[in-house]
């Protein structure tokens, strides 16, 4: 069902994109944004993941993920520098990256990106909020038990 995500994407689109590629790079990024999620002891997944390595020697599981497709260096930029710019809610949650981000750094920066990559950007911008919206209904769920427990 994921490797049709690529053939929903306009004409002009999918000429730039080779099928499935767009998937590839969703899940690089979603594995990426759980990495680099803060846990409650301090410090990232990631972090952790790679003192156990460390500690152990071993590889642990959820430490390499899916790589990132060939070609898609313009568009992991553009969205990781307007992912550090963005706004994000009184709760936490990142605000979307609008049209308007996109081109206004693409002008900035002078970097011209295709209409197939900014769909990729903002593909990851969903992939990134995700993966925060779980990550704080856990959290959410977590607090409830807590209260539920106390006296």
């Known amino acids: 069902m994921a490797a049709q995500r690529g053939d929903r994407l306009p004409q002009c689109q999918r000429q730039l994109l080779p099928f499935g590629w767009l998937d ?4 690089h990024g979603r594995h990426q944004f759980w990495l680099s999620q803060r846990l409650k002891g301090g410090g990232s997944r990631r ?21 990132r497709p060939p070609g898609s260096e313009a568009v992991w930029r ?4 307007l992912d550090a710019q963005r706004l994000h809610s009184e709760s936490g949650i990142p605000q979307p990256i609008q049209h308007r981000d996109v081109e206004a750094w693409c002008r900035t920066m002078r970097v011209p990106l295709h209409p197939a990559e900014i769909v990729a ?10 993966i925060e919206a779980e ?9 409830a038990e807590l ?3 106390d006296p």
């Open 24 to 27: 590839a790079l969703r899940a």
């Open 47 to 67: 972090q952790h993941l790679l003192s156990a390595q460390r500690q152990s020697g071993r590889m642990p599981a959820g430490l390499v993920g899916p790589p």
């Open 78 to 81: 553009a969205f990781g520098e």
């Open 121 to 130: 950007v903002l593909a990851l911008d969903g992939e990134r909020r995700a």
């Open 135 to 143: 990550r704080l209904a856990a959290t959410r769920r977590r607090d």
């Open 147 to 149: 209260e539920d427990d």
